[in-house]
């Protein structure tokens, strides 16, 4: 099993920054892509921003020039940096990762237990 810990979330003033980290802990081969996705009340969740084992990255349209994911492979961790945040970023914000495992070595995708987020305007 693997366990992905969240941390960083919290309440900040609209224009205010926050920095969201993931650590990845357990039976793991290799740590693939990471990811930050989001789930505001109401809405569905939605893919905010990944990592890729190499450095590339992907950010959905409306975190593009605010968010910065990264990670640090050494402590198999990732990172959202979210500056210039809004009311509308509020939501709980939840880790995924790729993880290849096993003897057959297949990957399984994992999920952390989610951190809120909470933009006051």
């Known amino acids: 099993q693997v366990q992905l810990v969240e941390s960083g979330g919290g309440l900040v003033q609209a224009g205010g920054s926050l920095r969201l980290s993931c650590a990845a802990s357990?039976?793991?081969?290799?740590?693939?892509?990471m990811g930050w996705y989001r789930q505001a009340p109401g809405k569905q969740r939605e893919l905010v921003a990944t990592?890729?084992?190499?450095?590339?990255?992907n950010y959905v349209d409306s975190v593009k020039g605010r968010f910065t994911i990264s990670r640090d492979n050494a402590k198999n961790t990732a990172y959202l940096q979210m500056n210039s945040l809004k009311p509308e970023d509020t939501a709980v914000y939840y880790c995924?990762?790729?993880?290849?495992?096993?003897?057959?070595?297949?990957?399984?995708?994992?999920w952390g237990q989610g951190t809120q987020v909470t933009v006051s305007s």
């Open positions: 995924a990762a790729d993880v290849v495992q096993g003897s057959l070595f297949r990957t399984r995708h994992y």
């Open positions: 357990g039976n793991m081969f290799r740590l693939d892509a």
């Open positions: 990592i890729f084992s190499g450095g590339g990255t």
